[in-house]
Each structure stands twice: as structure tokens, then as C-alpha cells.
């Protein structure tokens, strides 16, 4: 099966610095790459997604690369506010019929 | 609003009880599914269903069982069988399989 991996684990970043977060898959027939972003308690959230015809996608201060040759993509974040903080999942999408999850990335941004 | 509802929010388990968490989706979503979320790893699959009356095990589905008799609901019980239950499990649902996953707010299980 697919195996997702997500770095760094925890990250701190200073208000209005930028974030990257990044992950590595194996399966190359995986077409699809969101990203959610969870707050305590609470269930992950969407923020932005891309698909495998696509290298780069924009929203406002959010965006995703994509490498396939490589097998990575990463989410950037510019101009960091403390409402960004929180555990920010990266996720694949391949033929098995599931979504394949990264462990997650603590994002603290300091005031 | 359309949404994905869970409850309880909370949930104690006894030892030998089976304990049901419920998903209900106002969405018209053809898919839901069930994912298990422990401290520091990412969501792993439970089970999914693609339509009514059908489901599929995920990598973890030992000692948990689900039922799909409405379009709206996929309940999932957790079994006496399943000896680790303590965990944050989430309910997703989607127009289809691989398309965007709505998360409901999850349900935290604990053991007495």
C-alpha cells in the first residue's frame, strides 16, 4: 500500500514568518494531495487539495507544490498568524480506494 | 447547514461493552466512512461504504463492526473484541470515493 510521510513533527514560526510543511509518498499511481488543518478537539478541515495534473495550486496566503517525479509535495504558509496554529495533516489519494494520512504537523505560531 | 453530525462527543466503554458512535450527513454524500486517530499518528481507515447496504474494511477493521441501511447514517460499533479502544475516531463522507473528505467533529472513547 501507500506510505506517507510528514515533516517536521512539530514547527515554530514567529508571526508573519512563513511555514513549510512537507510530505513524501511511494505509490506513483497516487492522484490526489490534501491538506487538512486540525484544532483541538475538533475534526480536520480542508484547507486546500491538488491533483496530479497540477504543480502548483494558490489561495490567498496557503499554497501546495507538487513534485511527481520526486514524490513530494509541501504546504506553504506566508505571513503566519497565531490562528494558524494547529496540526496541519497531509494526505494521498491512490487506485487502492483510500486515503493514506501523514502523522501530522504541530504548527505553533508566536505572537 | 449541511454537515456531518457525531455523537456522543464523549464516550466510556466498560469492559466486554459494545459501544456504538454515531454519523448522521445531510450532504447527499454516496460515501462516509470511519477513521481512528491516536496521539501523534495520522487517521487510519476503520471502514468505509460507497452506498447503502455496502461497506469495506479499512486496514484497522478488526473488532469494529458498521451497518449502511440509510444513505445519511453510518453507525460504528466498537466490540468487546477490540482490546485497545481508547482512541479519537472521526467520520468523513464525500460525493465519491477519492473526492473531498467532510470531517464531523469526532468522538472521544475512553475505557473505565
Known amino acids: 500500500g501507500e506510505n506517507v510521510e510528514q515533516h517536521p513533527s512539530t514547527l515554530s514560526v514567529q508571526e508573519g514568518d512563513s511555514a513549510v510543511i512537507k510530505c513524501t509518498y511511494s505509490d506513483s499511481a497516487s492522484n490526489y494531495f490534501p491538506w487538512y488543518k486540525q484544532e483541538l478537539g475538533k475534526g480536520p478541515q480542508l484547507i486546500i487539495d491538488?491533483?496530479?495534473?497540477?504543480g502548483e495550486k494558490k489561495d490567498q496566503r496557503i499554497a501546495v507544490t507538487l513534485n511527481k517525479t520526486a514524490k513530494h509535495f509541501s504546504l506553504h504558509i506566508t505571513e503566519t498568524q497565531p490562528e494558524d496554529s494547529a496540526v496541519y495533516f497531509c494526505a494521498a489519494w491512490n487506485t487502492g480506494n483510500q486515503f493514506y494520512f501523514g502523522t501530522g504537523t504541530s504548527l505553533t505560531v508566536i505572537p | 447547514d449541511g454537515g456531518i453530525t457525531q455523537s456522543p462527543k464523549y464516550l466510556f466503554r466498560k469492559e466486554g461493552q459494545n459501544v456504538t458512535l454515531s454519523c448522521e450527513q445531510n450532504?447527499?454524500?454516496?460515501?462516509m466512512y470511519w477513521y481512528r486517530q491516536d496521539p501523534g499518528q495520522g487517521l487510519r481507515l476503520i471502514y468505509y461504504?460507497?452506498?447503502?447496504?455496502d461497506f469495506q474494511k479499512g486496514d484497522i477493521a478488526e473488532g469494529y463492526s458498521v451497518s449502511r441501511e440509510k444513505k445519511e447514517s453510518f453507525p460504528l460499533t466498537v466490540t468487546s473484541a477490540q482490546k485497545n479502544p481508547t482512541a479519537f475516531y472521526l467520520c468523513?463522507?464525500?460525493w465519491g470515493l477519492g473526492e473531498k473528505l467532510l470531517f464531523g467533529s469526532g468522538t472521544q472513547l475512553s475505557v473505565l
Open positions: 468523513a463522507s464525500s
Open positions: 491538488i491533483r496530479s495534473n497540477v
Open positions: 450532504l447527499n454524500h454516496d460515501a
Open positions: 461504504s460507497q452506498i447503502v447496504n
